[in-house]
């Protein structure tokens, strides 16, 4: 298979957090709302394989949740 370059337009230099996905075969973060890779045909990946990096993502995500919800720390 040989990239058709679609997924060239649709990367960022970002992670997880921020609701990229990953592609396996072209390894870029790229913000699509689908699936696959408008490439490859590929799944993408939302989250990390690595239970370390799973861990971590989940802070990231709770922080973000309590400073959405939670502005103001209780006095």
Not at 21 to 33: A, D, L, M, P, S
Not at 40 to 62: D, M, S, T
Request: positive net charge.
């Amino acid at each position: 298979m040989t990239c058709k370059g679609t997924c060239i337009r649709h990367k960022v230099s970002g992670h997880y957090v921020n609701g990229h996905k990953r592609c396996q075969h072209c390894n870029i973060f790229i913000k699509y709302e689908g699936l696959r890779c408008p490439c490859y045909a590929y799944q993408l990946r939302a989250a990390p394989r690595h239970f370390r990096y799973k861990a971590k993502l989940r802070e990231q995500k709770q922080i973000e949740v309590q400073v959405l919800y939670y502005p103001y720390p209780n006095s």
